[in-house]
């Protein structure tokens, strides 16, 4: 992925706090609207499910939006989060993604009765299970489903592959192995785009090829597109950059001064006032970065406002791409058709016969 100086770029949207009660009507707002992608945070709540059951209800009630769900790495079995984030690419049709995290969570390890995980064993744990994730998503060959009804075959047992992963020798975590192959068909995009925050990638971190972008934070939104600058420099031009911006909006006669007092702090850029001001950040955000993403203070005021004030002009003015329909997420980020390492090598070696 090169840099989007000179094409219009896209925008996600985080949906945190839209339950099962409006998430439906949320998820369809911001696809009408023409937000490309919605994201779900992955954070303890009353009431509500995680992140990618989340995602799962609003893939098959959704037509462009990718559905892209935060999944812990260091909490949550490897095997787990490959067959399920598969899953949730069948009943999108092809539009998942995964924002993988590393959480730094004792209550979290307390939860699953392991060691509490720190520092930099937290990109190691990411590191891991993303290319468990990746192994075993090419674990079965586009075609190892046949169907053959005269022999009684489902599956070409040739086109299973096992992964042999083993965690490395300085794996300062406890070490597993997965055998594989996975328990359910490839995905439908072979490999569904990886995403993590731009502080878990680099060199001694996640390999910069192991994700296909990265969440680029800052302070402040005047420092947003430096940061941006600065993470292309370090990571080269083949990864995407989303750049992250809390939104609190003027809306329904109250001014984003005054929401802001209830809102709370996140570490993230923050931009606070009218729509017109936020296009202007928008567009000139989409000018640094392939896209960014949006965290509402509330979704159901805030959407409303970037739907009919934000998104129209941003389009108008060229800076932002229309959804693409029938498409993915890879097609969302520009990326290729994902081939198949084991399909891709068992090829080789016939060849060289």
Same mark, same amino acid.
């Given at each position: 992925m090169s840099? *989007? *100086?000179?094409? !219009?770029?896209?925008?996600?949207i &985080?949906? +945190?706090?839209?339950?099962?009660? *409006?998430?439906?009507? @949320?998820?369809? !707002?911001?696809?009408?609207?023409?937000?490309?992608v919605a994201t779900f945070k992955d954070a303890p709540a009353a009431?509500?499910? *995680?992140? $990618?059951?989340? !995602?799962?209800f609003a893939g098959p009630i959704t037509r462009t939006i990718a559905v892209v769900p935060e999944v812990d790495t260091v909490y949550t079995e490897p095997f787990h989060?490959?067959?399920?984030? @598969?899953?949730? +690419?069948?009943?999108?049709?092809?539009?998942?993604?995964?924002?993988a995290t590393a959480a730094e969570s004792p209550e979290a390890a307390a939860a699953v009765g392991r060691a509490f995980v720190e520092g930099d064993v937290l990109a190691q744990e990411a590191a891991a299970a993303i290319e468990v994730g990746r192994r075993l998503w090419d674990s079965w060959e586009d075609d190892a489903v046949i169907r053959d009804v005269a022999t009684g075959r489902y599956i070409d047992v040739d086109k299973l592959h096992y992964v042999d992963f083993e965690t490395p020798a300085d794996f300062a975590?406890?070490?597993?192995?997965?055998?594989?192959?996975?328990i359910i068909p490839r995905p439908l995009q072979g490999q569904l785009p990886v995403l993590a925050a731009a502080s878990l990638v680099g060199e001694g971190l996640v390999p910069v090829d192991a994700v296909d972008a990265v $969440?680029?934070?800052?302070?402040?939104? &005047?420092?947003?597109?430096? &940061?941006?600058?600065?993470v292309r420099a370090r990571l080269g031009a083949a990864v995407a950059v989303v750049a992250e911006l809390d939104v609190v909006l003027d809306s329904?006669?109250?001014d984003a001064a005054a929401r802001l007092a209830a809102s709370t702090e996140s570490g993230r850029a923050r931009f606070a006032g009218t729509a017109a001001d936020l296009t202007e950040l928008l567009d000139s955000l989409l000018q640094e970065a392939d896209g960014v993403r949006v965290h509402p203070a509330e979704v159901d005021v805030d959407?409303? &406002?970037?739907?009919?004030?934000?998104?129209?002009?941003?389009?108008r003015r060229g800076s932002l791409r229309a959804p693409i329909q029938d498409g993915s997420f890879r097609d969302v980020l520009g990326l290729g058709p994902a081939e198949n390492r084991y399909s891709t090598s068992a090829a080789a070696t016939a060849a060289g016969k």
């Amino acid at each position: 992925m090169s840099s *989007n *100086n000179n094409q !219009a770029g896209f925008l996600a949207i &985080e949906l +945190d706090g839209a339950g099962y009660r *409006n998430l439906a009507a @949320a998820v369809l !707002a911001a696809e009408s609207a023409g937000f490309h992608v919605a994201t779900f945070k992955d954070a303890p709540a009353a009431g509500r499910v *995680n992140a $990618l059951q989340r !995602a799962a209800f609003a893939g098959p009630i959704t037509r462009t939006i990718a559905v892209v769900p935060e999944v812990d790495t260091v909490y949550t079995e490897p095997f787990h989060i490959s067959t399920q984030l @598969a899953s949730l +690419d069948y009943v999108s049709g092809g539009r998942a993604g995964w924002i993988a995290t590393a959480a730094e969570s004792p209550e979290a390890a307390a939860a699953v009765g392991r060691a509490f995980v720190e520092g930099d064993v937290l990109a190691q744990e990411a590191a891991a299970a993303i290319e468990v994730g990746r192994r075993l998503w090419d674990s079965w060959e586009d075609d190892a489903v046949i169907r053959d009804v005269a022999t009684g075959r489902y599956i070409d047992v040739d086109k299973l592959h096992y992964v042999d992963f083993e965690t490395p020798a300085d794996f300062a975590g406890t070490p597993y192995s997965v055998k594989g192959p996975s328990i359910i068909p490839r995905p439908l995009q072979g490999q569904l785009p990886v995403l993590a925050a731009a502080s878990l990638v680099g060199e001694g971190l996640v390999p910069v090829d192991a994700v296909d972008a990265v $969440l680029v934070s800052a302070p402040t939104a &005047e420092l947003l597109a430096a &940061e941006i600058r600065d993470v292309r420099a370090r990571l080269g031009a083949a990864v995407a950059v989303v750049a992250e911006l809390d939104v609190v909006l003027d809306s329904r006669g109250q001014d984003a001064a005054a929401r802001l007092a209830a809102s709370t702090e996140s570490g993230r850029a923050r931009f606070a006032g009218t729509a017109a001001d936020l296009t202007e950040l928008l567009d000139s955000l989409l000018q640094e970065a392939d896209g960014v993403r949006v965290h509402p203070a509330e979704v159901d005021v805030d959407l409303e &406002e970037l739907s009919r004030l934000v998104l129209p002009e941003l389009r108008r003015r060229g800076s932002l791409r229309a959804p693409i329909q029938d498409g993915s997420f890879r097609d969302v980020l520009g990326l290729g058709p994902a081939e198949n390492r084991y399909s891709t090598s068992a090829a080789a070696t016939a060849a060289g016969k």
